[in-house]
Each structure stands twice: as C-alpha cells, then as structure tokens.
Nanobody, 122 residues
Framework: QVQPVESGGGLVQVGDSLRLSCTSSGRIFSSNVVGWFRQAPEKEREFVATITGNQLFTTYADSVRGRFTISRDNVNNMVYLQMDSLKPEDTAVYYC???????????????WGQGTQVTVSS
C-alpha cells in the first residue's frame, strides 16, 4: 500500500521559497503518478502540479507555472515541490497524492497524505 507523507511546510514571507517533500511510508511509489494539490480555507481542493513515474511529463496549474517545480528522486522514493516567489494566495494545506493515471483531477489519485500547511505572510 502506497501511503504518501508530506513534509516541509511552514510560515514564510512574500517572495520567499519553500520546498515540500513527499515520500511513501509503505510501498515505494516510483511507478506511480504523483500530484500535489492544495486547499485553502473555505475553498475546494485544487490541482497544483503532477509528474509521471518516469519523470518524462509534468503539468502545472496556471497559477503556479513558472514559480513552482515538481521533481522526483525514484532512487530515494521522494517527490518534491519547489515553490519560489511565494504569494499570499499560495497559502493552503498542500497534499501529496499517488495514483496510476496522469491527471489533474483529484479523483484520479487513490492515495493521499495528511497534508502540510504553507502560510505566506505579507
């Protein structure tokens, strides 16, 4: 069973950078598509970025393209989300999710982490 576990959230200032990490506490997920999603208070969960298992394909939400970079290290069973030029509107709980289908839809992902809070202060 793949069980994503996120880390790396925190409180930062506008314009700062932060790197989120995701690993699996269970079976390794090198063959899985891994996506990052986020949910702000009173808003629906939204897609941020996703990457295929072989790292050949990545997709980003328009709101983060050019500022965020998703990557993975399959040797060490890790997926990262590098977030640069952070804005207050990036404040949310960020979730890592694993699945078998390359998609921006949350419903395509079967395994979800507990989330890590990112707060960007102005």
């Amino acid at each position: 069973q793949v069980q994503p576990v996120e880390s790396g959230g925190g409180l930062v200032q506008v314009g700062d950078s932060l790197r989120l990490s995701c690993t699996s506490s269970g079976r390794i997920f090198s063959s899985n598509v891994v996506g990052w999603f986020r949910q702000a208070p009173e808003k629906e969960r939204e897609f941020v970025a996703t990457i295929t298992g072989n790292q050949l394909f990545t997709t980003y939400a328009d709101s983060v393209r050019g500022r965020f970079t998703i990557s993975r290290d399959n040797v060490n069973n890790m997926v990262y989300l590098q977030m640069d030029s952070l804005k207050p509107e990036d404040t949310a709980v960020y979730y890592c999710a694993a699945g078998l289908t390359y998609s921006i839809s949350p419903s395509a992902y079967d395994h979800w982490g507990q989330g890590t809070q990112v707060t960007v202060s102005s």
